[in-house]
């Protein structure tokens, strides 16, 4: 009984100062909310493919910093922060899209390989955006992403992104991110990219 009661603890107590230490908000020129990434897409001028390439390029832009420290976080709180993952940045891109008035609905597969390492393998989330008639993906992960045209190729089945996927991924994450923040402040490392850093298409 005394092992069950204490095990959440450690965890709790290991979680808290990673929470309360988490990295703060990005300074960017990039607009934070939908309504003014939205506006800028518009001033463009840019029409059906060229729109959508140009949502994906002012979400990218909007997103400089990949975070797994700040998972829980609602897209548009991240959005406001200027980091996040694509559970996250890609969920903007989809409202973004569809103030633009493209059908859209937010996609996941549990594997997919690409990012610029042929060998990595991670879960990811992207956008179906209907364009001429056709499903498309795109992913607002790096300003050179084009629509059709993601970093990455799913290896697993391509599922709805579903509420439940949200929470059960973001939940079975949280123990590796503590791990990794602690193991960076234990050894005085920086934190690995895949945990917290630029978000230059090299992470999902």
């Given amino acids: 009984m005394k092992l069950r009661w204490g095990l959440p603890a450690l965890l709790g107590a290991a979680l808290i100062p990673v929470w309360v230490m988490a990295p703060p908000a990005v300074k960017t020129d990039a607009p934070d909310t939908v309504d003014g990434l939205i506006a800028r897409a518009k001033a463009t001028g840019a029409t059906g493919r060229a729109l959508?390439?140009?949502?994906?390029?002012?979400?990218?832009?909007?997103?400089?910093?990949?975070?797994?420290?700040?998972?829980t976080?609602?897209?548009?709180?991240?959005?406001?922060?200027?980091?996040?993952?694509?559970?996250?940045y890609n969920t903007v891109l989809s409202e973004v899209l569809r103030g633009l008035g493209f059908d859209t609905s937010l996609v996941h597969a549990a594997r997919v390989r690409g990012f610029g390492?042929?060998?990595?393998?991670?879960?990811?989330?992207?956008?179906?955006?209907?364009?001429e008639?056709?499903?498309?993906?795109?992913?607002?992960?790096?300003?050179?992403?084009?629509?059709?045209?993601?970093?990455?190729?799913?290896?697993?089945?391509?599922?709805?992104?579903?509420?439940?996927?949200?929470?059960?991924?973001?939940?079975?994450?949280?123990p590796f991110v503590v791990a990794e923040v602690w193991r960076a402040w234990l050894t005085g490392?920086?934190?690995?990219?895949?945990?917290?850093?630029d978000k230059d298409g090299s992470h999902p």
Wanted: glycine share 4%; aromatic share 10%.
């Fill in 117 to 131: 390492y042929p060998w990595w393998l991670s879960g990811h989330s992207w956008v179906k955006v209907i364009v």
């Fill in 52 to 71: 959508v390439d140009e949502a994906i390029r002012l979400v990218a832009v909007a997103f400089p910093a990949h975070s797994l420290w700040h998972l």
């Fill in 73 to 88: 976080e609602s897209p548009a709180r991240a959005l406001r922060a200027h980091r996040g993952w694509s559970h996250q």
């Fill in 133 to 174: 008639d056709r499903a498309l993906d795109a992913c607002a992960c790096d300003p050179t992403s084009t629509v059709g045209n993601p970093p990455f190729v799913p290896v697993t089945a391509e599922l709805p992104l579903r509420l439940v996927t949200r929470w059960a991924v973001g939940a079975a994450l949280v």
């Fill in 189 to 197: 490392r920086p934190v690995a990219p895949w945990v917290y850093g």
